[in-house]
């Protein structure tokens, strides 16, 4: 069983696990260092830095891996330093490439051919090979957090916060009507990985982003109508996952 916290007492959130080269599974997730989130990943029991090469005073965040073509390719979403405030979604093949940027993006995240992305009040665009997948979520006033589950890639987990000031975490299949909602002993699941049927999710320690990942001991999984609370729409062509310039 993951203990993302072994050994460490930073705070810490955004975890992922997915399964490495040899066949056994590696935590990803964002500690916080000198005041600022930054990317790592475990290996060998220890937690350590992945160095993007992006400014250090860049927040770094929402990180996704997956172990293909013998190596890791890593996503995540990073901005905020001096002289260019604004946040973009990132791709790495090998944990010490250039990160290439993909668009302008609060919450995102690169899966083989998947191009997933959202500003902090959406929509989420979902670019693949053949078609564009759009999904609004009128009740959500910002979103904070767009993921998959590694083993079941076409359900997206989706943190934010409502109109009314409510936090929430969902698991959604597009196309397939399935949402649900991801509660530990009723509190939201935020910014939730999955696991073997294990949630690991960010819990609230001082601050609203003072947190550390914690393992759901009480998994609470509601299930909601997703047509009152999700807007879907696809759009069918070719060549759709490809970002547009936005440099």
């Not at 997933?116 to 959500?140: C, H, K, Q």
């Not at 998994?219 to 879907?232: D, S, Y």
Request: glycine share 12%; charged share 30%.
């Amino acid at each position: 069983m993951f203990d993302f916290n072994e050994g460490d007492s930073r705070y810490s959130h955004m975890p992922f696990a997915a399964y490495g080269g040899d066949g056994n599974p590696r935590e990803f997730c964002c500690i916080q260092r000198d005041g600022l989130w930054k990317l790592h990943w475990r290996k060998g029991g220890k937690w350590r830095r992945i160095q993007t090469g992006l400014p250090e005073d860049a927040t770094e965040c929402g990180p996704t891996a997956e172990w293909e073509d013998g190596m890791w390719k890593v996503s995540f979403v990073a901005g905020g330093w001096k002289g260019d405030r604004r946040f973009r979604l990132y791709r790495m093949y090998g944990l010490d490439a250039q990160p290439m940027a993909q668009g302008f993006a609060d919450i995102g995240f690169v899966r083989k051919n998947t191009v997933a992305m959202a500003g902090r009040r959406g929509p989420i665009v979902i670019r693949e090979s053949d078609r564009t997948v759009t999904l609004e979520i009128p009740e959500a006033e910002f979103l904070y957090r767009l993921s998959y589950d590694p083993q079941r890639p076409n359900r997206l987990l989706i943190s934010g916060q409502t109109k009314g000031g409510g936090i929430f975490s969902w698991a959604y299949a597009p196309g397939m009507d399935e949402l649900v909602a991801l509660t530990d002993g009723g509190m939201p699941a935020y910014k939730c990985a999955l696991w073997d049927g294990q949630c690991f999710y960010a819990e609230r320690i001082a601050g609203f982003e003072e947190r550390r990942i914690v393992r759901a001991e009480h998994l609470e999984v509601t299930r909601l109508e997703a047509k009152e609370h999700i807007v879907e729409t696809i759009g069918y062509g070719m060549n759709l996952n490809m970002p547009e310039e936005f440099e």
